[in-house]
């Protein structure tokens, strides 16, 4: 019920609104709201209590889906768990959000969770990258903080079209590249979105110039995230009017970065690059095959942008249950109201629904087969668990009352955190003609 209030009894007395003063709390009962870096405030005098990292409620063990997760793969997963508490810390500690993302890659390197975005032969845990495992991560990364959840993905989307011109055949970047991602010691960026090139990569109109066994590359990108932070962009551009990418270090001559304010926070700007000088071993590919490297590392990482959406969802759905359960009105808990039942059994099942598409997508693409069947799983992977997340969340916002909208808790944060994931990697919209169009050929 869209207009419902679940914390205003319908026979109450019209002026009584029990949670519309968010101030009515005192500060040490507002802040178990907060248990870990989800609502995160950066800079001196900002620190958070002690106590938090304890409140971290559980990853749920009935989370996995054992029909399509092999045994080989649950140490992944445990491995993700083991390493939330350490990231929080982390991440509290931080400066700003730029300085806890730089650390948490250099845990998640030394914990050897980077192992998973790369093939065996550049450091990686398997023989090829498992897009299972990088869901198994992403979500309970997701579930910690999205910060966290950032940190891991963007190593593995930063970085994958090396891997994946390597399996072509050409190597050399991977080679300088690869290895000190996966330590954690080498910050990744995936830049390929311009300002008049979003949904249609056609429209990309950064240049690279060959001038004898160099490239000058010359143009500019939006919305990249670890922009200001990335010692390595694999950046798409048009060399002899055909898509190309190459590996550039993020200290390069002439390459400069504007921050960009979106929402959740993170590190994310333009990248201009004027008269930038790549040399030709750092092409990534083949000349050319920019446009095939840039769809295919979407393909495979599309599908693990639902399973982020699942982890962020789960820990809506955590503190919605846990709130209704100690939040008294009336005389009773919340969690007694018939229309609170509803709302946390309608969350609860857009959930599992969206996690069984995510995880039969990962296992299909993990085990090879049709490519137009395999992106059309992944499509429906991504719009279903990314728009049931979004509806997860905010049906938590809206359990929480006004406590729900208070920047510095763990569902307003994640609000604002969730938007994004409906855009980015195939936009909600264009996934929803992906899978027509599959289905109408």
């Known amino acids: 019920e869209p207009d419902a209030e679940p914390d205003a009894e319908p026979d109450a007395e019209p002026d009584a609104e029990p949670d519309a003063e968010p101030d009515a709390e005192p500060d040490a009962e507002r802040n178990h709201t907060r248990p870990d870096g989800l609502g995160t405030s950066y800079g001196p005098g900002k620190t958070r209590p002690q106590r938090e990292r304890d409140m971290l409620p559980p990853f749920p063990a009935a989370a996995l889906e054992p029909a399509f997760v092999p045994a080989s793969h649950l140490a992944d997963a445990d491995a ?55 869901c198994l991560v992403r979500e309970r990364l997701g579930h910690a903080s999205p910060l966290v959840e950032l940190a891991f993905a963007m190593q593995g989307l930063g970085s994958y079209p090396m891997t994946l011109a390597a399996e072509q055949g050409s190597a050399t970047a991977a080679e300088r590249w690869l290895p000190p991602v996966v330590r954690g010691e080498a910050v990744a960026a995936f830049a390929l979105t311009e300002p008049e090139a979003g ?87 083949e000349e050319g095959r920019g446009m095939s490297l840039a769809l295919g590392t979407l393909h495979r990482f599309r599908t693990t942008v639902g399973a982020a959406a699942l982890g962020f969802a789960q820990r809506a759905l955590d503190e919605a249950v846990a709130h209704v359960r100690a939040r008294r009105q009336f005389g009773a808990p919340l ?18 629904g969206a996690r069984l598409l995510v995880y039969r997508a990962a296992a299909a693409l993990d085990a090879g087969g049709d490519r137009d069947e395999l ?13 049931a997340a979004q509806r997860v969340i905010d049906d938590a916002v809206q359990l929480h009352g006004g406590r729900g909208v208070c920047t510095d808790g763990v569902v307003a944060r994640l609000y604002e955190e969730i938007r994004a994931l409906r855009i980015y990697e195939g936009t909600s919209d264009v996934q929803r003609l992906l899978v027509a169009r599959a289905l109408l050929r």
């Open 80 to 134: 993700a768990l083991a390493v939330r508490d350490d990231a929080i810390a982390i991440e509290q500690a931080a400066s700003d959000p730029s300085d806890g993302l730089v650390r948490l890659v250099r845990l998640l390197g030394e914990r050897g969770l980077l192992e998973l975005v790369t093939d065996a032969r550049f450091g990686g845990r398997r023989e090829r990258v498992s897009v299972t495992s990088l």
């Open 375 to 387: 992106a059309r799983k992944g499509s429906m992977a991504k719009l279903v668990a990314t728009e």
């Open 199 to 285: 949904t249609d990569l056609g429209g990309i109109r950064a240049q690279a110039t060959r001038e004898g066994h160099d490239y000058v590359i010359d143009g500019q990108k939006c919305f990249i995230s670890n922009a200001g932070i990335a010692d390595v962009y694999v950046v798409f551009a048009r060399a002899r009017d055909r898509l190309s990418a190459f590996a550039v270090p993020g200290d390069a001559p002439g390459l400069h970065v504007k921050p960009q304010r979106v929402l959740g926070g993170h590190p994310i700007g333009e990248v201009h690059f004027e008269g930038v000088r790549v040399h030709e071993s750092m092409r990534v590919g």
């Open 335 to 352: 969690a007694e109201l018939a229309i609170v039942q509803a709302k946390i059994g309608d969350m609860a099942c857009a959930l599992e």
